[in-house]
Structures are given as C-alpha cells and as structure tokens.
C-alpha cells in the first residue's frame, strides 16, 4: 500500500518551454502533497505544499509563477514548469500523505533536463 | 522544526551491522523521529518511525535514548544493496507537516 507515482519518469525539453510533471497516490487518497527539488549529491529541497482543493504554499525564494501546483483531486497534484531554463534541471520528487498514514510516501522522481 | 545532525559518509562491509546515529537537541515533546533511505535517482523509501526507547521492523531497529536528543538507526548485516543515503528527520506530524531534509549520511558497503 501507500504508493505514489510520477509521470514522466525523465523528460527532455527545450529552453523556454513548459513541462508538466504529475504526482499521483494510487492506493489512498492524498489530502497533502510535497513537491522537493534535487540537484546531484544534495539534499532534497523543498518547494511547496500544497492541499486538495486550495492554493499551494511556497517555501522562501521559490517562485510561485515559475512553478505551478494544482491539486485538484485527492489523487492527483501536477507541477508545471514554466519558461524552463538549464538552471531548472532537476531531480523533482513529490510526496504524498493523509491523516492516516504514519509518514509521507515518496514518488519515485522526475529528472528534468532543460536544453 | 528540530534540526538534525548526522554523519555525512559511512563506510562498512557486507555481513557488518551499521549504526548511523543522528542528534536532534531540539526534539520537542510531540516530535517523531523518522528514517528514510535513498537510492540515486529515485525518491526516499521509508525506513522505520519511533517516539522512545527501541522500535523494530524487518529491515532496521531505531534505539531512542531516554532524553530523545539522539537516535540511532541500526541496520543489521548490511549487503551491497543498502549503499544509500539516510536521512533522519524529526517532526511532530510526520505525516502531513512539511520535512525540512538535511544533509543526510551517505553509507556505503564494501564487499
């Protein structure tokens, strides 16, 4: 139980285009959502909350226009990439977690790579 | 949140058992103690959880002190497949509070 997937796995794009990633719980139903980022040999970071049905919150110094969050279903939040550039090329992880569980339940990770 | 502090590499053999402790002076009362491992290019797997004293699964054991300043993640035997990076983190609701990650102990096992 508790597994949370993502979609793509690794996507290549262009300098100036925008990339969406989806984060979806597929045995519970997520009322919280994490989005990290994570560059080589770091420590993830994190870059926003968000909640079903309400606006995400962002962490200091990440940008909320960049980096679009919607979760509009208890399954499913997406993180959209907007005008990406090189410095955007990331490992992006999501998490997933409900009252009931004991923990958060990690996605398995989205290597974005900007051109 | 309480900071945490571990080592940041570790190095032991197959067959060996591995004790990575971590320090978190600030616990508060509420707080949980949470281990998660990582693999390259994949997200964090959860480990194991404890409040007190000892707590045991089928891949680890966590021992918290009586004070809960520290704790340690202790994971028996080690093999090739445990190489990965630990994170201890602390929290009162684990599950639905944001994780502030640290730095982490990269473990890595010789055959």
């Known amino acids: 139980g508790a597994v949370v997937s993502q979609h793509p796995s690794r996507v290549i794009c262009k300098s100036g285009t925008s990339v969406k990633i989806e984060c979806r719980s597929l045995d519970f139903q997520a009322t919280t959502m994490f989005w990290y980022r994570q560059f080589p040999k770091q420590s993830l970071m994190l870059m926003a909350t968000s909640n079903e049905g309400s606006k995400a919150t962002y962490e200091q110094g990440v940008e909320k226009d960049k980096f679009l969050i919607n979760h509009a279903s208890l399954t499913l939040s997406t993180l959209t990439v907007t005008s990406a550039h090189p410095e955007d090329s990331s490992f992006y992880i999501c998490s997933a977690s409900t009252r009931t569980t004991d923990t958060q339940y990690f996605g398995p990770g989205t290597r974005l790579t900007v051109l | 949140l309480a900071k945490t502090t571990q080592p940041i590499s570790m190095d032991s053999y197959e067959g060996q058992e591995v004790n990575i402790t971590c320090s978190h002076n600030?616990?508060?009362?509420?707080?949980?103690i949470t281990w998660y491992q990582q693999f390259p290019s994949q997200g964090p797997r959860f480990i194991i959880q404890g409040y007190k004293t000892k707590v045991t699964n089928e891949v680890a054991s966590l021992f918290i002190p009586a004070d809960r300043k520290s704790s340690t993640l202790s994971l028996p035997r080690v093999s090739l497949s445990d190489t990965a990076v630990y994170y201890c983190l602390v929290g009162e609701r684990v599950n639905t509070d944001k994780l502030i990650f640290g730095t982490g102990t990269r473990l890595q096992v010789f055959p």
């Open positions: 600030n616990i508060a009362t509420n707080d949980y």
